[in-house]
């Protein structure tokens, strides 16, 4: 089959198109042929990094987490899937899991659910991590109908689909962007855009929430950003973030009484950790795109896997607008 090896990290670092064996199917695990995957900004990480990242595949690997494709074989003792079945995922391209940059991958049936019927396998394809990401952190924030929540960065993968989600339970949702394309997107999925060039969080938060802060905060930019969260966050508020691989002082939090809540959607892959979690949540998540609740936003521009080192250029951009997918077939 080709795959896009790496065979090296860092600036050096390129994608090219070797024909290796298909994989063997083993117990527990499905073969896919993969239609479409996409570029999250872990995998870029994984390139640009190598061994400074812990969870970096040995060298020549197979990159790429996220997938949409159809069941060809199933691997003994696997329930609930058969052969011919359109299924999506997170389930490679990092520690000792091969990637999506190929024609097939061996997934372990844990990690996968049937895809969204009203989904292409591009829109399928950029969902998995941003959304179980997105899912994980509400969730575990304890999202309810009637919350006031902000989004930080609700025009970028994860953003977009807590936005989503966070309406879909029934909340009154702000996010915040820099420009005015990513304004409007943030208007068009059903949120109220706040410009953090030109507003202040004091300003923000007086104007949304009366000056009494945001009971729920999901921060998709992190870091830094975390300083902004507690100040927008309400008494006792709730705080989730993706990005907290900081040195913070955590002396606003403590006075506010918030709870902080750090998502690593990964942990079940690296640590085969609960992965049937995983394949719960994006069936929970198939069910709520079905119900017209949550849908992707793609980039305008369209790769196929011969294109895997252009696709990962576009997303380390910064222009691209919604996921980054590629076409496989």
């Known amino acids: 089959m080709q795959a896009m090896l790496i065979n090296a990290y860092g600036q050096a670092g390129k ?47 197979i990159l790429g987490m996220d997938f949409a494709g159809t069941i060809e074989e199933l691997g003994e003792g696997v329930e609930g899937f058969k052969v011919g079945d359109e299924v999506y995922g997170c389930a490679g391209g990092l520690a000792d899991l091969p990637g999506t940059l190929a024609e097939y991958i061996v997934a372990d049936a844990d990690l996968i659910a049937h895809k969204p019927k009203n989904l292409s396998m591009r829109e399928a394809a950029a969902l998995p991590l941003v959304a ?14 009637g919350q006031r929540v902000l989004v930080h960065g609700g025009s970028g993968g994860v953003g977009h689909v807590a936005l989503q989600l966070a309406k879909h339970y029934g909340a009154e949702v702000f996010s915040t962007g820099g420009g005015d394309a990513q304004l409007e997107l943030i208007e068009q999925l ?10 202040t969080v004091e300003q923000y938060v ?18 830094a950003n975390l300083t902004n969260s507690f100040a927008a966050a309400a008494l006792n508020g709730q705080i989730a ?7 913070l002082d955590l002396t606003p939090a403590h006075m506010k009484g918030l709870s902080l809540h ?21 069936t929970d998540l198939a069910a709520i795109v079905e119900s017209g609740a949550l849908k992707p936003v793609l980039d305008e521009m369209r790769f196929t896997l011969n294109q895997a080192n252009e696709a990962h250029a576009r997303l380390e951009s910064g222009q691209a607008m919604g996921k980054v997918v590629i076409d496989h077939a």
């Open 262 to 282: 750090v998502v690593f959607m990964l942990i079940p892959m690296l640590h085969n950790h609960k992965r049937s979690v995983h394949g719960e949540t994006l």
């Open 206 to 223: 007086q104007a949304h929430t009366g000056g009494a802060g945001f009971d729920l905060i999901f921060d998709s930019v992190g870091a």
């Open 15 to 61: 994608f090219e198109s070797t024909e290796i064996d298909r994989p063997t199917t083993k117990p527990g695990h499905v073969l896919i042929k993969i239609s479409a995957s996409s570029v999250n900004t872990v995998d870029t990480m994984i390139r640009n990094m190598g061994e400074d990242l812990p969870m970096s595949p040995q060298t020549p690997a």
């Open 241 to 247: 973030t993706t990005v907290s691989m900081c040195e």
């Open 132 to 145: 179980i990401t997105a899912y994980e952190g509400l969730h575990r924030a304890g999202i309810k109908a």
């Open 190 to 199: 059903g949120a109220t855009p706040i410009n953090y060039k030109t507003e």
